[in-house]
């Protein structure tokens, strides 16, 4: 169900100019709350206007199918904000240079580390990191885990 919801919160945005960055579901299981970030397909800053938008179409299309979110829910649109999750091999090409939390057996289980480039064919992409130490690791996307970006507060 999960995966069905995701699919058609995605065909829903996309021809809107938007990507599905995630979903997440909260709240009861007799009021769901479906937590849905976006981002602009043009990498411009998403607004309150983009999610008022994204949030009609997706209303609209979940209305017209209650099996999929149930006949209640409570639907939030949002940016997907500063620690956004990292999930393809375009989103690792996008914030090369940026920092990011990254879970994989390959680093050791957790670490912060620098996103330095992705190489290899589309399926069995590898993304290269700097650690802590500046030492390069190359990490197969497939055994990345979970990935977020890092935000660093100015002081």
């Not at 979903?23 to 849905?36: E, F, H, I, Y």
């Not at 997706?58 to 939030?76: K, M, N, S, T």
């Amino acid at each position: 169900m999960s995966q069905a919801l995701e699919d058609v919160i995605a065909a829903e945005v996309e021809p809107l100019g938007y990507e599905l960055v995630e979903l997440r579901r909260a709240g009861s299981k007799r009021t769901p709350v479906l937590d849905v970030r976006v981002d602009r397909q043009d990498g411009l800053a998403v607004t309150v206007d983009d999610c008022a938008r994204v949030s009609r179409a997706i209303e609209a299309r979940l209305d017209a199918e209650p099996a999929i979110a149930g006949d209640r829910y409570v639907l939030e649109v949002s940016s997907p904000g500063v620690e956004r999750p990292l999930r393809n091999a375009a989103d690792w090409r996008r914030f090369a240079g940026k920092d990011v939390n990254v879970l994989s057996e390959a680093v050791g289980g957790r670490a912060d580390v620098e996103i330095v480039g992705v190489e290899g064919e589309p399926g069995s992409e590898t993304v290269i990191v700097r650690d802590a130490r500046g030492t390069d690791l190359r990490i197969s996307l497939a055994d990345v885990r979970e990935a977020r970006l890092v935000f660093h507060w100015k002081q």
